[in-house]
């Protein structure tokens, strides 16, 4: 996915974002399925969402280890969002 989001399927940005979200879905698996890293995921979200709104996803993801597969505890496994294919239908 190129950094340029002006060009990508709106359903595309929606899902990221989804998956920016939630907490259970590392940034490894949004640049995996979209070829987008941590900065660049960052870089969307802060373009696509209000300034306030990316305050508080920045202060919800910031030291977090489950967003980080590298760093998720043994205990935490994949998590798949019940509105996960809603976006799709």
């Given amino acids: 996915m190129p950094d340029d989001s002006n060009n990508v399927d ?7 974002i989804e998956m920016a979200w939630e907490d259970r ?3 490894e698996a949004i640049e995996a399925q979209f070829g987008l ?3 660049s ?3 969307l979200m802060r373009q696509e969402l209000s300034p306030s709104a990316f305050r508080r996803w920045r202060a919800r993801v910031s030291g977090r280890n489950t967003k980080h597969a590298t760093r998720r505890p043994k205990g935490v ?9 809603k976006i799709n239908r």
């Fill in 25 to 27: 879905t590392p940034f």
């Fill in 77 to 85: 496994s994949r998590h798949q969002s019940r509105t996960h294919n």
């Fill in 10 to 16: 709106p359903a595309v940005i929606d899902r990221i």
């Fill in 41 to 43: 995921t960052i870089r």
């Fill in 37 to 39: 890293n941590e900065s």
